[in-house]
């Protein structure tokens, strides 16, 4: 990968640093989490913080690569880029501020398919840039197993 503009890089690393950053601000993930009946396999709540800036950057830098491709399909890839940030955004102060776990699953199940999608619509443009969000798309499916096991358990 050949960074072309390094401002746009960082730019592009920022974005989803910022929506998840201001998620967690408005959910208060932190104080519900250390309260809540949790099934095995949860992890502890000190882990989060880290894989989410881990994938944070990652969807950067896949997004920058699309927006940097001279595909004519990057604005409709980057548009479901957009969308799911929104729908990640959304999902932690669904689930951790309002509680609302069954809601929040179902909506976790959207972002999936959203993720999916736009996985395959990176892939169409440029193959690294997909793969990059795979570690997301698992982490996702991971949280999916959580949030309907702590409905279950709450």
Do not use: H
């Not at 910022?18 to 998620?23: E, M």
């Not at 809601?103 to 193959?127: D, G």
Request: hydrophobic share 55%; proline share 5%; net charge positive.
């Amino acid at each position: 990968m050949k960074i072309k503009d390094k401002s746009a890089l960082i730019i592009a690393i920022l974005i989803p640093i910022a929506v998840g950053t201001l998620s967690a601000l408005f959910s208060g993930r932190m104080s519900l989490y250390s309260k809540i009946n949790k099934p095995p396999l949860s992890p502890p709540g000190f882990i989060f913080p880290i894989v989410w800036i881990i994938l944070y950057i990652l969807m950067g830098i896949s997004s920058y690569i699309i927006y940097e491709s001279d595909n004519s399909e990057k604005w409709k890839a980057l548009k479901t880029y957009s969308l799911q940030l929104f729908f990640n955004f959304w999902w932690s102060i669904i689930f951790f501020r309002f509680s609302l776990y069954l809601f929040a699953f179902l909506w976790l199940l959207s972002l999936i398919a959203i993720i999916a999608v736009m996985i395959y619509l990176f892939y169409q443009i440029k193959p690294l840039s997909s793969y990059l969000q795979i570690p997301y798309l698992l982490w996702c499916l991971f949280a999916a197993y959580l949030n309907f096991m702590i409905y279950r358990l709450n």
